[in-house]
């Protein structure tokens, strides 16, 4: 298995900024956009997936990554039910919502095999990864 070295690695991730991109396209759409408060909450649910699984990883704990791809695999939940009520209004088409719920329980089986992986590794995360001390050449050379 490859390192991941940023959350930007991810599939999890990476599928879920495409989802979030179809969503804002939707909720731009005539009917969808005078619905301010569904339009709100379905932009700020989906954003919340990949925002979770980007915070999660950038903690540096496997515990805490767990702990967020949690809330990310229940934003993932949200999204599809606050689409059933874009359906329920007729904002959207049966096969447009079947296309975004497939997407979305793809995403949520995408974040449940990687907490399965991270329940079975031994590594702790970069937060407990002993790092070399810098000297104060090191200091006095960074570049802000």
């Not at 804002?24 to 909450?41: K, P, V």
């Not at 980007?54 to 967020?68: C, H, I, K, T, V």
């Not at 449940?112 to 050379?141: C, I, M, W």
Request: aromatic share 10%; hydrophobic share 35%; charged share 25%.
């Amino acid at each position: 298995m490859a390192t991941v070295k940023c959350f930007e690695d991810l599939k999890c991730w990476q599928l879920a900024r495409l989802v979030s991109q179809e969503i804002y396209s939707l909720t731009r759409q005539d009917g969808m956009a005078r619905d301010f408060g569904l339009c709100n909450q379905i932009r700020r649910s989906c954003g919340s997936i990949m925002d979770n699984i980007a915070e999660g990883f950038d903690r540096g704990s496997r515990g805490e990554f767990l702990q967020f791809l949690g809330y990310a695999k229940g934003s993932a939940g949200e999204v599809k039910s606050q689409l059933y009520r874009a359906l329920d209004q007729g904002y959207v088409t049966q096969a447009a919502f079947n296309g975004l719920a497939d997407r979305l329980e793809h995403i949520s089986s995408t974040i449940k095999a990687l907490q399965t992986y991270l329940g079975s590794t031994e590594v702790k995360g970069t937060r407990y990864q002993k790092l070399e001390e810098p000297s104060l050449d090191d200091y006095l050379n960074l570049n802000f």
